[in-house]
Structures are given as structure tokens and as C-alpha cells.
């Protein structure tokens, strides 16, 4: 058999992964591809480093020229996280005639427009399976398999980190910052863990999903977006007793041609699909106008699920199937007709709202007032006596509302934080 040459370019957990399936699994890739994805160059920063996987000799290297100026390389694995030095490193890539496999969700969700639309001039192929919940297959899904339907909703819980680190919270009581830890040594965080638990990372593959569904045109940070890491276990064990899981949900749906974007813990009533998700886990569902909901669950993150969808890409790649899709997509391209984000005041949801508030006559009037003066509609209140919390005065009040605006459950709270009656600010989650 032939062989294509490939470089990877990164040998952190992914790019570890990958090596170890084209090492290994020579026989499998070959019988896929019809030639041999012959592993010709490794780049790392660091020689003298430890690897967990070997090498053969002469392959790793910290000369990315080596693959640069490689005319024999054609197919790269781009397996470094940031955006800086990964966009550079990629544009050289492609403009010395690579085709690219990337992990990196920052890096497209941030450099998408400009990454795609040099690839298209330079006639190279970028693709992305990996960048989006691991394991599971949603870009090729949503990209390929579901094109005859306009998407009308997207939820997913797109984060390995926050899910295990909701489910461990919620299962062992153990402690957020041990749990988190716990993530980093397993090789589900980012190499700066803020991103998956303030939410960007989620926001970040919402991007892409909802620029693949919906042509949504957006930056991700313009998306509302809410992490887990202000989550309480009170709120975990409040939901739990009223029939609920919280899961850190992204959400895109179309609304009178417009899409509602969202990123935020969500209350989930126990038995929906989403809220039985555990650990590093993802799922996503998809509702199509002609296929209606399909259901993806899968490891979201690690080593070897996310290796799955880079060999995969590698393969597609080889093949040639990658730069025809990558033509079709026309991702982030001006061809492409987008439709734009909703203005988030405007979207409708149910609430879970949380207060500690003065335990004194009236004050559950003072409450309720507010929330009737700006039209929301409460479905259920329990004030948890005997709850006291920090001071013994107050009580814990969970609020359960009906649908409402978001901008309308804003304003409350913003009057809740000028009442002597509340004594913290109030915790507020959507509920799905
Ligand atoms: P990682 O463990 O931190 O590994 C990053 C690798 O990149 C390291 O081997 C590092 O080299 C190398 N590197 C960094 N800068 C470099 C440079 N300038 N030149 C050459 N090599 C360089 O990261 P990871 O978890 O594998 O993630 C890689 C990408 O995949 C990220 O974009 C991440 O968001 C994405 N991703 C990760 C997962 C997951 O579960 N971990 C899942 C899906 C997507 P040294 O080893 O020499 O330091
Ligand atoms: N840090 C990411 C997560 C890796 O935990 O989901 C997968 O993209």
C-alpha cells in the first residue's frame, strides 16, 4: 500500500491519543483510507519531556519547519490549545499546502472567519469533528447527515469538565476545587480550566454548532453565558428535592427567524435524556424540521474519545472526503446567508430563582410584588425553614416561575439587590 504522510502538531492528552491509534492501529487506518496515514513528524515544544506513548526515532521534533518545509507531508494534525501561536502555526501550515485536522474550539470560534476563508483561497480543507463534544460525531452529524433539514433547535451539555464536575459534586459531595483537580489529572480541562468552568469553552463550540446549524454569524463571547463556577451544592440538593438536575446547558434555537443563544447552569427534570448525562459525558440534541429530535451521547472529553474524532478527520482527510465537505460547508463564508442572534431581553424561559431573605412578617409580599410589577408569573415558592444558612434571621426562598422574558426576570433581581429584605443576590437559572 502507499502511504500519506501526516504530522501532528502537539503531543499533549489529544495529540497523544492520536499518535497511539496510528501507532497502533496502523492495520485499521489503512483498511479505512486504502493507503497508510504513515506518521512522518511529531512537534513538541519540549524534547527532554516524558511521553506516554513512543515515538519512533527521528519522528519527534521542535522544529516545525521540518513539517513546513516537507513537501511530502501533506495531512497535519493541529493538536496545541490557545490562540497564539495555533493560528499562525496554521495559516503557515496551510500556505505551505497542508490539509488540517484540528482539536482547538478557541481557535475557530475566535479566528473562524479568517481561518476558513484563507483555507478556501489556498484550496485547503480544515477539518473540526474533535473541536465539538469529543467523541460524539455532532459536526459531521449536523453537517452532513441532517442537511436536509433546517435545524430548529441545538441543546447540549458540551463541557466534560463541568458535567463531572456537577455530577461528582451532586453524588459524592466531594469538594469543587478537589473535583476540578480531580478533571485535570484525567485530561478533560483545558490548560487554563477557567475556560471550561466560567462557560467560554461552552459558549465557544455553541459558536461553531450554531455557525454549522444556522450560518449564526456571532462572537462567542457575545453569547449569554453563565459557568458553573459560582454553582452551590444548595442549589444542586433544592433542584433535586423539586424533581430536577442542574446541567451546564448550551442553547440555540430559532424563534421567528432569529436564534436564541444561551449558555448557563439549567434545571433539568430528572428523566429528560439531558439530565440523566453523567460524568465527562456529552450529549447534544438536535431537532430537525423533517428528521425531528435526535438524540447524541458520548465522552465529551479525554484522551481517547477525542483521539476517535481526530483519526477519524485524519482519515476523511486522506481520502479526500474532508475537502469536499469543507467546499459544501462554506462555513463563515459571505455565500453562506446567516441569521442573527436574538436579543437575549426578548427570549422566553422558566425560572429557578434562589434568595436568602429576612425571615420577618412581609417580606414574602415585598417579594412577590416585584415580581408581579414586572409580569412574572410564579408557579411555585418554598421557603426553606430551618435552612437559616449564614444568618440565623433569614431563610433560604426558592421561586419557581412561569415562562417569562428574560429581561423581565432582570429587572427583578436588580430590585431584589435594593431590598433591605434580601440578603444575598439571588441565584437565577433557566429551566428547561
Ligand atoms: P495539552 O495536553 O495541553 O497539549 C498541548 C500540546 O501542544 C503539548 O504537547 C505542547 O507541547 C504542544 N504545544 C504547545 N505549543 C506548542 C508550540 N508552539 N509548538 C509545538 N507544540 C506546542 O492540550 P490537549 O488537552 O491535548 O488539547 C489540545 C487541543 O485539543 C486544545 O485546543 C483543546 O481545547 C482541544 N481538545 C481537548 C480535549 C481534551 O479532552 N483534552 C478534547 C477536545 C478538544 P509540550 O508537550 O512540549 O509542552
Ligand atoms: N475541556 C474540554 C471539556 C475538552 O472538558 O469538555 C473537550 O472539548
Given at each position: 500500500m502507499e502511504k500519506t504522510k501526516i504530522a501532528i502538531i502537539g503531543l499533549g492528552t489529544v495529540g497523544t491519543g492520536v499518535a497511539r491509534l496510528l501507532l497502533d492501529h496502523g492495520d485499521r487506518t489503512a483498511r479505512h483510507t486504502g493507503r497508510i496515514p504513515w506518521l512522518e513528524k511529531v512537534v513538541v515544544r519540549d524534547l527532554t519531556k516524558q511521553r506516554n506513548v513512543d515515538i519512533p526515532?527521528?519522528?519527534?521534533?521542535?522544529?516545525?519547519d521540518e513539517v513546513i518545509n516537507n513537501?511530502?507531508?501533506?495531512?497535519?494534525?493541529?493538536?496545541i490549545g490557545g490562540l497564539e501561536p495555533a493560528r499562525s502555526i496554521m495559516l503557515q501550515l496551510m500556505e505551505s499546502g497542508k490539509d488540517i485536522i484540528t482539536a482547538n474550539k478557541a481557535l475557530l470560534a475566535v479566528h473562524g472567519p479568517e481561518l476558513f476563508d484563507r483555507a478556501r483561497q489556498l484550496g485547503r480543507s480544515i477539518a473540526f469533528e474533535a473541536s465539538v463534544a469529543g467523541g460524539i460525531p455532532i459536526i459531521t452529524n449536523i453537517g452532513?447527515?441532517?442537511?436536509?433539514?433546517?435545524?430548529?433547535s441545538l441543546r447540549g451539555i458540551l463541557n466534560g469538565t463541568c458535567n463531572f464536575i456537577i455530577t461528582e459534586m451532586q453524588e459524592t459531595g466531594a469538594d469543587y476545587n478537589d473535583i476540578l483537580q480531580e478533571a485535570q489529572r484525567l485530561g478533560y480541562a483545558e490548560a487554563d480550566p477557567t475556560l471550561d468552568v466560567n462557560g467560554a469553552d461552552t459558549a465557544q463550540k455553541l459558536t461553531i454548532l450554531s455557525q454549522l446549524a444556522f450560518g449564526v454569524r456571532e462572537n462567542w463571547d457575545r453569547i449569554p453565558c453563565t459557568g458553573i463556577d459560582m454553582l452551590e451544592i444548595d442549589d444542586i440538593q433544592y433542584a433535586d428535592q423539586l424533581g430536577y438536575r442542574i446541567k451546564l446547558l448550551a442553547v440555540a434555537k430559532l424563534v421567528n427567524g432569529e436564534v436564541e443563544m444561551s449558555v448557563g447552569p439549567t434545571l433539568i427534570k430528572k428523566g429528560n435524556p439531558l439530565a440523566e448525562v453523567q460524568g465527562a459525558f456529552n450529549a447534544v440534541r438536535v431537532r430537525g424540521d423533517a428528521v425531528g429530535p435526535v438524540f447524541y451521547h458520548g465522552q465529551g472529553a479525554g484522551q481517547m474519545p477525542t483521539a476517535s474524532a481526530v483519526v477519524a478527520d485524519i482519515i476523511d482527510t486522506v481520502t479526500g472526503r474532508s475537502q469536499i465537505t469543507f467546499n459544501n460547508l462554506e462555513l463563515w463564508s459571505e455565500n453562506h446567508r446567516p441569521l442573527s442572534m436574538a436579543d437575549a431581553d426578548n427570549t422566553m424561559d422558566r425560572y429557578y430563582l434562589r434568595m436568602q431573605v429576612v425571615?420577618?412578617?412581609g417580606v414574602m409580599a415585598a417579594i412577590t410584588g416585584i415580581l408581579g410589577n414586572n409580569g412574572v408569573s410564579i408557579a411555585s415558592i418554598i421557603q426553606h425553614k430551618g435552612d437559616n444558612g449564614p444568618s440565623p434571621e433569614t431563610v433560604p426562598l426558592v421561586i419557581m416561575s412561569h415562562e417569562t422574558t428574560h429581561g423581565s426576570i432582570a429587572q427583578s433581581v436588580s430590585e431584589f439587590t435594593k431590598s433591605d429584605n434580601i440578603e444575598s443576590e439571588a441565584v437565577v437559572y433557566k429551566v428547561l
Open positions: 526515532e527521528g519522528v519527534l521534533t521542535d522544529d516545525l513537501p511530502e507531508i501533506n495531512v497535519v494534525a493541529q493538536l452532513q447527515c441532517l442537511t436536509g433539514n433546517q435545524v430548529t425571615d420577618k412578617p
